[in-house]
């Protein structure tokens, strides 16, 4: 029988990892947690659940930590999850049954996570490399990927992440910083690093070095880069609120080829003329048709979380709420009635 295991690192995650550990204890035959110097309960609560628990000095490395972690594992295939994350109650192996019954892969998991934003939570999904083959390794000091050619299956085995709530953040603040710097040391100007140092800044309001990092990725990576999508969205946000928004229109032209089918792309875009709009008036005769157009987009495109960086509302009810907006604005009532039900 196919034998699969959790494999974790954590540290001072007292107040987390039980939630972790009971929502996936049901999906395991095994539970490795590698503790890097816990100065709470972290251990004892993850020996309550029934893990095996581990201890490493952590050195800055957070591929080394995992690969120490994956050491201690001899299942078949290993799930890698952080102690921020869990499983919904009605999860069930079933899903991973045909990725572990084939082939070697790496297995992509949806991992949706809640953030903070103008007083409403919201939800991003992003496909990460999280069920590994036995035997497979990282690679990267931060923002770890495994370290094989294998090829990648999306599994259906949704996951929750509370990591970029502000809380979350605030506790975070400045780790990630300091070791993407060391990680570009060792590699400069790899996209996806860029990318993710572009990612920290922005979530903590540095818009400006973020749309600086993001511009920097976008001209190194591949056009078949599976994070392309959520960087394109975000550069456009943080140039959006760095005022520069002809640098923002002249990004979409040159891109809204490759993302016709994306609400994201339209909800910013939307988003951008928008503030062009508010921030140049004369120009709004030009601009607010096409701000419209941009959110009609996203309703007659929907939902569409398969794409990576994907917020969740954007293809429905968060479009169709801008639109009840912008038209109560312009006196359009009539048209903001229509709206109005599904915001």
Not at 2 to 8: D, E, K, P, S
Not at 96 to 105: E, F, H, Q
Not at 129 to 149: A, F, K, W
Request: glycine share 6%; with cysteine.
């Amino acid at each position: 029988m196919t034998r699969l295991a959790l494999v974790m690192i954590v540290r001072d995650e007292a107040a987390r990892i039980a939630r972790c550990l009971d929502s996936a204890r049901s999906l395991v035959d095994d539970i490795v947690v590698l503790d890097t110097g816990s100065r709470d309960a972290t251990a004892a609560i993850a020996l309550s659940c029934g893990a095996r628990v581990f201890s490493f000095a952590w050195c800055d490395d957070f591929a080394a930590a995992r690969n120490a972690a994956l050491d201690h594992s001899d299942a078949d295939w290993n799930l890698v999850l952080d102690a921020d994350e869990w499983f919904d109650a009605g999860a069930t192996r079933a899903a991973l049954a045909p990725l572990c019954d084939g082939a070697p892969c790496i297995g992509l998991v949806p991992v949706s996570s809640s953030f903070d934003l103008q007083g409403r939570v919201e939800t991003s999904t992003l496909w990460i490399p999280r069920l590994l083959p036995r035997g497979v390794r990282y690679t990267g000091r931060i923002h770890e990927q495994p370290d094989t050619s294998l090829p990648r299956h999306r599994v259906a085995l949704p996951v929750h992440h509370d990591g970029y709530r502000n809380d979350a953040l605030e506790r975070k603040h400045g780790r990630n910083d300091t070791l993407l710097r060391r990680a570009l040391l060792d590699a400069p100007g790899n996209p996806y690093l860029l990318y993710q140092l572009g990612k920290n800044d922005e979530v903590y309001g540095a818009f400006a070095p973020a749309a600086g990092h993001y511009a920097a990725a976008l001209a190194a990576c591949g056009l078949d880069a599976g994070w392309r999508h959520d960087l394109v969205v975000r550069t456009l946000f943080c140039l959006k609120k760095t005022a520069r928004h002809a640098d923002a229109v002249d990004l979409a032209e040159a891109e809204m080829a490759r993302w016709s089918e994306s609400p994201d792309f339209y909800f910013v875009l939307g988003d951008v003329l928008l503030d062009w709009a508010t921030c140049e008036p004369g120009r709004a005769g030009e601009l607010l048709p096409m701000v419209e157009e941009c959110w009609q987009r996203c309703l007659q495109l929907g939902e569409r979380e398969d794409l990576n960086g994907a917020v969740t509302g954007r293809g429905s009810y968060l479009a169709a709420h801008n639109l009840v907006v912008l038209y109560e604005n312009l006196g359009m009532e009539e048209q903001a009635a229509q709206y109005r039900p599904l915001a």
